[in-house]
């Protein structure tokens, strides 16, 4: 069997996604609670895209990243039709784990803010294992 060399990922590697919250987004929409604010579960999704589109480009054929764990402090209240805008930053690589430090901003306000942590995977082996055990 062929061992596949793990692809190098430098701390500092960064990307941005931005949304702009519609009725869709809010936590009424995805079931987090009851007032028209983006809804936590949105701004996780945010985050968490930030960390794959920083990524996206250094991944080797058949690879992928899948989200491990998460930190994430929602801090502030974001309104319809605002745009709000995911910065994710590799902090530390360890093997296949890679730690990213996320933040969610609004104009200069901080949204949220906190850590995701994924891992490095062959993307076929991955969807084998979980449709095996379902």
């Known amino acids: 069997m062929q061992e596949q060399t793990q692809p190098t990922f430098p701390p500092g590697l960064a990307a941005r996604v931005e949304l ?6 809010t936590a009424q ?3 987090s609670g009851d007032v028209p604010v983006l ?3 949105r701004v996780l999704a945010l985050a968490e895209a930030a960390t794959v589109a920083a990524t996206a480009t250094s991944l080797p054929a058949g690879m992928t ?3 491990v764990r998460v930190e994430l402090d929602h801090r502030a209240a974001t309104p319809v039709g605002r745009t709000v805008r995911a910065q994710a930053r590799l902090a530390t690589v360890d093997g296949r784990r890679l730690l990213f430090e996320v933040s ?3 104009g200069g306000e901080i949204v ?3 850590r995701v942590e994924r891992l490095l995977v062959d993307r076929q082996r991955f969807v084998d294992r979980a ?3 379902a």
């Open 131 to 133: 449709t095996r055990s």
């Open 65 to 67: 990243t899948v989200g």
């Open 104 to 106: 969610v901003t609004d």
């Open 29 to 31: 929409a995805v079931g």
């Open 39 to 41: 809804g936590t579960p």
């Open 20 to 25: 702009t919250v519609t009725d869709a987004d």
């Open 112 to 114: 949220a803010d906190g």
